[in-house]
């Protein structure tokens, strides 16, 4: 069931679902509380099953993203994303390659180890979503690279803002380094949402000119693997989020209302990261078992350390 289709017995049975829901589109909810509140709701079984948390996750999660890029400058777009090239390519090939070799090295499911390199590379479920059917992955291959990159963008929301006031980072450094080392979009854009303005705007655009790659990526992936290449699904909310940046842009006067859009989708991101929460469970996390985790740990510290150093150093 849908967000916008239930029933009043639903809302009146789980109400302190949908509380938490409203709260989460005030200041007073950040997106690590949000996260948090979500998981300790579903460990207490307190989550409607009238409601599918990934659709409506997916759907909310597009629309916040889209209303992202009416805060952000064109030029500022096109400079990040142009500046940065080199490190988004150079960071997918090196993740997909030592992925491939520590899936052969820990003897672990070739496709299974595929699909979490890809989330680790390009934008975590998005990507594992994209690839999945174009490599003809089964229904528990994609949940257990799911489960794997869910719980590390659990993680990441915690541990990024305070590794980058620890490391003094500036807010153009952080956004770059979120949105290289961080799987899915939501999680990049509420650490860096929590860091600073100018994180969120250089982290949304770089992460989603990473995204772009789910494209390709998915294709050689159906090459590799013998699968369909009709199968592979679109990313179209990356369309729309560049098409509302050319709106900002060309559009001036529309000032006001493009900065209550943006502050807005700031906003349902944090419900969106809620919601997030509200699927992961502690028997999602030990279904995954050890072998996806120690993959999926070993490759974000790969990325995040050699990101982090590049970033600093070079």
Aim: a positive charge.
């Amino acid at each position: 069931m849908k967000l916008g289709t239930i029933s009043f017995q639903t809302v009146k049975r789980h109400l302190p679902f949908f509380l938490i829901a409203v709260l989460c589109l005030l200041p007073v909810i950040s997106s690590p509380i949000a996260l948090v509140l979500g998981f300790t709701l579903a460990s207490l079984g307190l989550i409607p099953d009238e409601i599918d948390l990934g659709k409506s996750t997916k759907r909310l999660l597009s629309y916040s993203i889209i209303g992202l890029g009416f805060g952000i400058q064109l030029q500022t777009a096109i400079s990040a994303s142009m500046q940065n090239l080199p490190l988004i390519l150079g960071s997918i090939i090196f993740t997909l390659l030592l992925g491939f070799i520590l899936t052969k090295a820990l003897k672990f499911d070739t496709k299974t180890g595929h699909l979490i390199s890809a989330g680790t590379a390009i934008c975590g479920g998005s990507a594992i979503a994209a690839v999945a059917p174009a490599i003809n992955a089964k229904s528990e291959q994609s949940a257990i690279a799911l489960a794997t990159v869910f719980i590390l963008n659990s993680v990441a929301l915690f541990l990024f803002p305070a590794l980058g006031h620890l490391f003094s980072m500036s807010q153009y450094d952080f956004g770059v380094w979120s949105a290289i080392a961080i799987h899915d979009t939501s999680s990049v854009v509420g650490a860096a949402s929590a860091y600073g303005e100018e994180a969120l705007t250089t982290a949304t655009t770089i992460k989603l000119a990473r995204a772009l790659w789910i494209i390709p990526i998915a294709l050689l992936s159906a090459m590799a693997f013998g699968g369909d290449k009709k199968r592979i699904t679109i990313p179209y909310f990356i369309g729309f989020y560049c098409l509302a940046i050319a709106i900002a842009h060309y559009f001036p006067q529309g000032q006001a209302v493009y900065e209550v859009l943006f502050e807005l989708s700031k906003r349902v991101l944090v419900l969106c990261l809620f919601l997030i929460g509200a699927g992961i469970t502690v028997r999602k996390m030990r279904a995954a078992g050890p072998k996806p985790l120690l993959l999926g740990v070993l490759l974000w510290l790969s990325i995040g350390t050699s990101s982090l150093l590049y970033i600093l150093y070079l």
